[in-house]
């Protein structure tokens, strides 16, 4: 008679689990290669909705925000800091911009979405920065002249409801950005900010923090600095070739 290993020897308790860990393993593993498409759809999606809010299209179902998506923005280009056009980018792009993250922008690969807006042409940029607790993001419109806010979006990873939070919950708060410059008059550097309501010196360039929260609040005023200044060059060759087809 062959020998049966015995079900309470320390062997059959290691093969046992061994056996149950790839079980569990191969599972999980089909689970998240089942779901990856929708998962990856639904990431997708949110990040369009978060651009058409920068551009003030809110309040919109999933297949209403799909559709706007493709009909506003033209194309997702990709440049560098230098100005140069890396990728056209594409109609309702989500092939060359759109798949760009925080990592690229820190090797000077940049995205730009070209929009229409009621005939009217607005280029949405992504802003990265920290706040108090860890990452925040937004992506701000610009109007035509490169230089006024047109709207505004933001997000963050763990910021405190009622307070960090509010970069993202308060509409009203996102609001004011709405007419400011991102460039003081006579000055080449990036002047749009975020601080105290008592501190506020040029209504044009500044907005007022969110109320208790300081350090989210410098978080965001930093990240648009760092990353508007990302484009300094692209807002430049845009002006003067605008100043050029006005007088031509």
Known sequence: MKNKINPNSNTYIIMYSAALVVVVAFLLAFIYESLKNIQDDNVALDKKKQILAALNI?????????????????????????????????NGGEKAGFKLTSADAKVGRLAVYVCKVNGNTKYVLPVYGM??????WGYVAINNDLNTIYGAYFDHESETAGLGAEIKDSRAWQEQFKGKHIFANGSDAVALSVVKKSEVKDSTTQCEAVTGATLTSDGVS???????????????????????????
Not at 58 to 81: G, H, N, Q, T
Not at 230 to 239: E, L, P
């Open 131 to 136: 706040g108090l607790w860890g990452s925040i």
């Open 222 to 248: 930093q990240m648009l600095k760092n990353s508007l200044n990302r484009y300094y060059v692209f807002f430049q060759q845009n002006k003067q070739t605008k100043e050029v087809m006005r007088h031509e």
């Open 58 to 90: 809110r309040d919109l179902s999933d297949e209403e925000a799909a559709e706007r998506y493709a009909k506003v923005v033209v194309a997702d280009r990709v440049i560098d800091e230098r100005g140069k056009t890396l990728e056209k980018g594409e």
